[in-house]
């Protein structure tokens, strides 16, 4: 009698996972496009606030930008 195979179908592949960039590195690549009026250290005091860590996804911070009230340009 032949033994069943345990698990016998193939391992599912994980999605790789978003890189995660600085907030200073976002920063750098995104502060032309932010109105000259909102200041970084507000704006990383709101994305601090809202539970955002200084290392994130691209995402997470415009995100984050855009429920602060600023769209990029």
């Given at each position: ?21 600085d ?12 109105p ?38």
């Amino acid at each position: 009698m032949a033994k069943k195979r345990e698990n016998a179908q193939p391992a599912a592949q994980e999605a790789p996972q978003p890189m995660k960039v600085d907030f200073d590195a976002w920063w750098a690549m995104n502060e032309k496009k932010i109105p000259l009026q909102h200041c970084k250290e507000i704006i990383l005091a709101d994305f601090r606030a809202r539970g955002l860590s200084m290392k994130e996804t691209m995402q997470s911070y415009h995100d984050a930008l855009k429920m602060y009230g600023v769209k990029l340009k």
